[in-house]
């Protein structure tokens, strides 16, 4: 079942084509990290998300997935409506609706480069909407669960079929959560924890938080969950996601 899971993910991620995969960083990094009310499934909540993964941006998530009471209406309070994605940056007061402008501000605030060509282009929203197929509303509609005192940590980036297994269920949970991006930025990077295992292979993260990961946790993988709550620490999707049952589900 986890491994039709994992194909389904998979699945989405080509269907984004290859973004969200990689970094190319941040002129400058936020002071405080950036809010993002997102849904996982949602097409426009992913545009921006590869947004964060191509600028190495950490960001405190809180999901809203639809039938959600916990965060919908704090935003409805401050924009005036239920629409997803809604950003806001406690770094410069600003906050906003609209994928296309969330990931222009992104870009000239932090990237201290224009956002790429493209994003306001239909084929694009239309690719992202394409790898919301493939998992058949998950990370869409609220579950029942219990709220942690503090925000989660995840090891994450975009692109990754396993991660994404654990943010839906974050999302179904309204479980906020902190992203640090472990984007790819060098050719090392793309080849999977287990190959480098089998060959032996001498492997050392250049980006920030995959160098954090080797020195946390002795190796590299994603996702990675920290748990502040309770100390909890751990790899691999489908023990995550038994942890969050375990532990939040209702
Ligand atoms: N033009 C908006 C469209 C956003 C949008 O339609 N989001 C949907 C989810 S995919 C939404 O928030 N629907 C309202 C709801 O779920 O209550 C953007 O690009 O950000």
Redesign the pocket.
Known sequence: MHSLDVARSLASTLAQQGRGIATRGAARQPAEPLELYD?EG???CRLVREALTDLDLDVLTYPCP?GGDRYRPLVEKLGGK????YLMDPNTGVAM????DIIDYLYREYGGRPAPGGWRLRARTAASLAASVPRAGHGLRARDAAVPELPLILYSFEGSPFARLVRERLCEMQIPYLVRQCGRDQWQDWVLPPVRNALEMEYLPTQRHRQELMARAGRVAVPYLIDPNNGEELFESERILDYLDQHYGR
């Open positions: 849904m949602c097409p426009f639809k239920q629409l997803f994605p609706y609209e994928s296309a």
